[in-house]
């Protein structure tokens, strides 16, 4: 296969991205109503807009998504969501300070996926139609956002306890 190297790194994005929305999507539903919650109801909704972009890039490729890797990656969000939503440590602020992490690592990971699709835009021609500096600056202004709320959280969260 021709593209074995790139149909096995945009498998791995586009299970990433899975994630991603999900844990996005678990974070706007438990602050639902806050701005915390809004903001990341904007973001689920752009990082689904992005894993549609990675889907169609996909399709034209000719790569087919893994159901195991999709498979692997559900489980593990649903079995994430216990620490990240504070469950195992009784602390809902902790895990959603986790959860932010988790999320601002992600959107770092989908910018470096657009920053590498860019280096070998000129030899494939399925990327020419794609605007790769909007989606790169459209990640960095995702990871921008989930950082503020994170950093937001930090003194919270990893401070001293005041008993």
């Known amino acids: 296969m021709a593209h074995k190297g790139l149909d096995v790194y945009l498998n791995d994005h586009l299970a990433g991205s899975m994630m991603g929305r999900e844990l996005a999507g678990q974070l706007a539903s438990q602050n639902e109503g806050t701005p915390l919650g809004e903001r990341m109801a904007s973001i689920a909704t752009a ?90 600056q459209r990640a960095e202004t995702q990871r921008a956002a989930l950082e503020h709320e994170r950093l937001a959280l930090a003194s919270v969260v990893l401070g001293e306890d005041e008993d």
Do not use: H
């Open 47 to 136: 990082i689904e807009a992005d894993s549609d972009v990675l889907k169609d890039l996909m399709d034209r490729l000719d790569t087919t998504a893994n159901p195991l890797k999709q498979g692997v990656t559900w489980l593990t969000e649903k079995v994430a969501r216990l620490k990240l939503s504070g469950a195992t440590t009784g602390d809902r602020e902790l895990g959603t300070f986790l959860a932010l992490e988790t999320l601002s690592l992600g959107v770092e990971g989908k910018r470096a996926l657009w920053l590498a699709l860019a280096t070998i835009a000129d030899e494939e021609p399925a990327l020419k139609t794609i605007d790769l500096d909007d989606l790169i």
